[in-house]
């Protein structure tokens, strides 16, 4: 998240970007971000539903305005910081 240099978990909503019938469909899924994920790491969210969600090995990370980018090899992903 844009300024966000702490390791302190951020209550945040998830969304999976385009479509893509081998995953599981993510719009505004609210969970938790124990860390902002670095190139070659794996994007690792404990979702509200109790699941742990965790993806291929990152490629890319980004800001867009308030919003964090996390691209993998399979898929983009855009969290939103929850208020």
Known sequence: MEGSTSNRPQK????????????ERLQRAPGLLMF??????RLRIFLDSGKLMQTSPV???????????VETRNSRYRLQRAA
């Open 36 to 41: 902002v994920p670095a190139t070659g790491d």
């Open 59 to 69: 490629t890319r990370v980004a800001n867009d305005g308030s919003d964090l980018v």
């Open 12 to 23: 945040i909503f998830i969304s999976r970007v385009g479509t893509d019938p081998e995953h």
